[in-house]
């Protein structure tokens, strides 16, 4: 157990690492248990303006140097998935605990090489994104588990990828912090709703129900381009999946990724039973209440943290700072349970290309 503030390396000063970490970590509430070590990006000067906007103690150009710098303890990796495995493999080897963004990586070989190696180094690994950490989300798990809705039968989940992120707020500026191209998220590996998106509501379906045994699939790359601030930009990422999972005992589940059609629930799970519905957060029409629960993200989004963007990420990344500074405090964003996420996007699309149903290997333990 340690009482000493930890070095926080922020591995990418994009959308994500602006929002999640820089914005959350500069705020006075965390300083006794997290402090802003370093950041670093590739791109010319964004890393220092990063830096000197919120608070960080160095910037960097390379990742390589934000490793070398004794001051950081753990990082979080805020780069383009593709990037996720080579910047983990280094981070292990420089002895640095890791958060992950979604996805872990593109592959669950490599998550669990990943894992295997963080595991004989003595480093700890969480992965994007926690969502059962919602207590929202473990209570439904209960009364599912309770018989709430009697005989499950099926359930539904998934993600448009729309122009979400064409249109979020540090892409629209002039400045390095304002102007970030977005379009690494329509290009293979690591492109696509499925990997951007679907995954939080596959992380709800498997967290709620367990690990899914076999995927099927139909996949295809549907949008060939994409307008950003005036200039077009290839896409060749799968847009436009349906897939079918199993989970055993007769219960399936429709997952899909898709350019456009959320359902009305949005991202989050339904369920459908002999006795009714669970719908995200709503049980046969009734809010999901928990008593006492905190925050519905979950228990360090207090105070100022409360509101700001990407808190599901800033609590995901505070499970790792707590279970840095006390070994007994496990994490809920395991990486474990994103590799077994991985696998089922793997697979969909491997079903889709081969027309064949796949059987999964990966399984994770329901924290």
Same mark, same amino acid.
């Given at each position: 157990?340690?009482?000493?503030?930890?070095?926080?390396?922020?591995?990418?000063?994009?959308?994500?690492?602006?929002?999640?970490?820089?914005?959350?970590?500069?705020?006075?509430?965390?300083?006794?248990?997290?402090?802003?070590?370093?950041?670093?990006?590739?791109?010319?000067?964004?890393?220092?303006?990063?830096?000197?906007?919120?608070?960080?103690?160095?910037?960097?150009?390379?990742?390589?140097?934000?490793?070398?710098?004794?001051?950081?303890?753990?990082?979080?990796?805020?780069?383009?998935?593709?990037?996720?495995?080579?910047?983990?493999?280094?981070?292990?080897?420089?002895?640095?605990?890791?958060?992950?963004?979604?996805?872990?990586?593109?592959?669950?070989?490599?998550?669990?090489?990943?894992?295997?190696?963080?595991?004989?180094?003595?480093?700890?690994?969480?992965?994007?994104?926690?969502?059962?950490?919602?207590?929202?989300?473990?209570?439904?798990?209960?009364?599912?588990? &309770? #018989?709430?809705?009697?005989?499950? +039968?099926? !359930?539904?989940?998934? /993600?448009?990828?729309?122009?979400?992120?064409?249109?979020? *707020?540090?892409?629209?500026?002039?400045?390095?912090?304002?102007?970030?191209?977005?379009?690494?998220?329509?290009?293979?590996?690591?492109?696509?709703?499925?990997?951007?998106?679907?995954?939080?509501?596959?992380?709800?379906?498997?967290?709620?129900?367990?690990?899914?045994?076999?995927?099927?699939?139909?996949?295809?790359?549907?949008?060939?381009?994409?307008?950003?601030?005036?200039?077009?930009?290839?896409?060749?990422?799968?847009?436009?999946?349906?897939?079918?999972?199993?989970?055993?005992?007769?219960?399936?589940?429709?997952?899909?990724?898709?350019?456009?059609?959320?359902?009305?629930?949005?991202?989050?799970?339904?369920?459908?039973?002999?006795?009714?519905?669970?719908?995200?957060?709503?049980? &046969? #029409?009734?809010?999901?209440?928990? +008593?006492? !629960?905190?925050?519905? /993200?979950?228990?360090?989004?207090?105070?100022?943290?409360? *509101?700001?963007?990407?808190?599901?990420?800033?609590?995901?990344?505070?499970?790792?700072?707590?279970?840095?500074?006390?070994?007994?405090?496990?994490?809920?964003?395991?990486?474990?349970?994103?590799?077994?996420?991985?696998?089922?996007?793997?697979?969909?699309?491997?079903?889709?290309?081969?027309?064949?149903?796949?059987?999964?290997?990966?399984?994770?333990?329901?924290?």
């Amino acid at each position: 157990m340690s009482n000493q503030p930890l070095g926080m390396g922020v591995v990418g000063a994009g959308s994500i690492g602006i929002r999640a970490a820089l914005v959350h970590f500069s705020c006075e509430d965390v300083q006794d248990r997290v402090f802003l070590a370093s950041v670093c990006d590739p791109v010319p000067g964004r890393a220092e303006a990063a830096a000197a906007k919120y608070g960080v103690r160095s910037h960097h150009e390379s990742f390589e140097a934000l490793l070398a710098d004794p001051k950081v303890d753990l990082v979080t990796i805020c780069s383009p998935i593709s990037l996720h495995y080579e910047q983990g493999l280094l981070a292990i080897e420089a002895g640095k605990h890791i958060h992950f963004n979604k996805t872990m990586t593109v592959t669950a070989d490599e998550s669990l090489d990943l894992i295997a190696r963080a595991e004989k180094a003595g480093v700890k690994i969480v992965a994007s994104p926690g969502q059962l950490t919602k207590p929202a989300l473990r209570e439904a798990r209960r009364r599912i588990q &309770n #018989g709430d809705l009697g005989q499950l +039968a099926w !359930a539904v989940t998934g /993600a448009a990828f729309g122009s979400y992120h064409e249109q979020e *707020g540090v892409r629209k500026g002039t400045d390095v912090l304002s102007n970030i191209n977005p379009a690494w998220y329509w290009r293979k590996p690591g492109g696509g709703p499925l990997y951007d998106m679907t995954v939080y509501g596959l992380h709800s379906l498997t967290g709620i129900l367990g690990p899914a045994k076999r995927v099927t699939g139909m996949s295809a790359n549907a949008v060939k381009e994409r307008e950003f601030r005036g200039d077009m930009y290839p896409c060749d990422a799968e847009d436009n999946t349906l897939m079918v999972l199993d989970f055993g005992g007769n219960v399936f589940a429709f997952v899909y990724g898709t350019f456009t059609g959320n359902l009305k629930e949005g991202w989050g799970p339904t369920f459908y039973g002999t006795k009714g519905l669970i719908a995200g957060e709503t049980h &046969n #029409g009734e809010p999901i209440v928990v +008593a006492g !629960a905190g925050h519905p /993200a979950g228990p360090h989004v207090v105070g100022v943290h409360d *509101g700001m963007g990407e808190e599901h990420v800033f609590e995901d990344m505070m499970q790792l700072v707590d279970w840095i500074h006390d070994d007994r405090v496990k994490p809920i964003a395991t990486a474990a349970h994103a590799t077994h996420v991985i696998e089922i996007i793997e697979a969909g699309l491997r079903a889709s290309d081969t027309g064949i149903t796949q059987e999964l290997k990966t399984t994770f333990d329901l924290v």
